[in-house]
Nanobody, 125 residues
Framework: QVQLKESEGGLVQAGDSLRISCAAS????????MGWFRQAPGKEREFVAT????????YYADAVKGRFTISRDNAKNTVNLQMNSLKPEDTAVYYC??????????????????WGQGTQVTVSS
């Protein structure tokens, strides 16, 4: 069992930057690939970014590529999402997720077993 807890999000203006983190506990963090997803009101949960166990491989959704950066610190059991040049359409609840298997469904919520409770990020225009 892996427990995940996201840091507090926030309310920012368009063009601002925000960094959110996710702290993991319960199992060996480096055994798990990590992902970030988001869900806006009335929409399905969508893939944002994912990072391999060692942190050397990352993938991003087209909508955030070049603006968001996912990183992890296996010594501190944390995964981070640095969000730059934020847009109102980035407004959503952001979730971190973990799974031991990385390769199948890495872009889908179905590919992750463990989830945090989510944190609200709101970008005003």
């Amino acid at each position: 069992q892996v427990q995940l807890k996201e840091s507090e999000g926030g309310l920012v203006q368009a063009g601002d930057s925000l960094r959110i983190s996710c702290a993991a506990s319960g199992r060996t963090f480096s055994d798990y690939a990590m992902g970030w997803f988001r869900q806006a009101p009335g929409k399905e949960r969508e893939f944002v970014a994912t990072i391999s166990r060692g942190g050397t491989i990352t993938y991003y959704a087209d909508a955030v590529k070049g603006r968001f950066t996912i990183s992890r610190d296996n010594a501190k059991n944390t995964v981070n999402l640095q969000m730059n040049s934020l847009k109102p359409e980035d407004t959503a609840v952001y979730y971190c997720a973990a799974d031991r298997d990385w390769g199948d469904n890495i872009y889908s919520p179905l590919g992750y077993t463990y989830w945090g409770q989510g944190t609200q990020v709101t970008v005003s225009s």
